[in-house]
């Protein structure tokens, strides 16, 4: 049994876009998941095929009509009714890595993506929808977000990723940015690899890549900066 995503969208030809290369392509050509868009317009009964409507109360923009969105989210229940069900909008709670792996460890997701102004909260509410948002930016609709949310989904699935990339999850878990990455020329553009690098002495090749991780944490990220000192503070380790 490998995780399933049924996606909901006005754009079904959107997918598997990115998604069908590189890591998670491959996988999905292996069966290490399966995607299935489905087309929201599919669902509407008039003749024009209309899936949105002006919005009650006025204002810009248009609205995704209730009754359209839920008999689409009722075919994607009827296909997977043990798949917890996502709706994207820039008013949902911030995806995060925790959210993620927790996803990857189930069977799957159900994965509406909202278009236009945003979609009619009755249906949001009827069907107890999770809401989720990838960041402070506006997008022109929930499709690139539905993406993310595979893409870091199906990287941890078992067997998508070799063993040797896979500790990578274990050092973002540790809360601190990565330290600089080298390979060859040894000298490029008038600028040396570090020293230490070369060196062999792995001890030291450690505590250089845990300074230099600090100090790129403490001065990007302030935010992720704090929350580790608070954890060090309370467990102090390696
Ligand atoms: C002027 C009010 N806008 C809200 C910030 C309207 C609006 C902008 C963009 C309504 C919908 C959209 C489309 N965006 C998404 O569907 C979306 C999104 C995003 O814009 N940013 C981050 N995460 C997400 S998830 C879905």
Request: charged share 25%; glycine share 10%.
């Amino acid at each position: 049994m490998s995780f399933r995503a049924l996606v909901l969208t006005l754009f079904p030809e959107m997918f598997p876009g990115p998604l069908g290369h590189s890591l998670a392509g491959r996988a999905l050509a292996r069966g290490d998941w399966s995607l299935d868009a489905i087309d929201i317009r599919g669902f509407a009964t008039d003749k024009h095929r209309s899936v949105d409507d002006t919005p009650f109360g006025g204002g810009p923009g248009m609205v995704m009509r209730a009754d359209v969105v839920d008999a689409a989210v009722q075919t994607a229940l009827a296909r997977g009714p043990d798949l917890p069900l996502i709706v994207f909008t820039p008013r949902g709670g911030l995806l995060t890595q925790r959210r993620v792996r927790a996803l990857a460890e189930g069977p799957g997701a159900i994965l509406l993506c909202g278009r236009y102004e945003g979609i009619d909260e009755r249906a949001i509410a009827h069907r107890r929808m999770e809401e989720l948002s990838i960041g402070d930016y506006v997008l022109s609709g929930g499709e690139p977000a539905a993406m993310v949310l595979l893409d870091a989904c199906v990287r941890l699935l078992p067997g998508v990723m070799g063993a040797a990339e896979s500790g990578v999850e274990e050092s973002f878990a540790s809360g601190l940015l990565e330290y600089p990455h080298y390979t060859r020329p040894a000298v490029w553009q008038g600028m040396a690899v570090p020293e230490v690098l070369a060196g062999g002495n792995h001890a030291a090749i450690a505590a250089w890549r845990r300074a230099e991780a600090e100090r790129i944490t403490r001065d990007r990220r302030p935010d992720l900066w704090t929350a580790y000192r608070a954890l060090a503070e309370a467990a102090p380790t390696a």
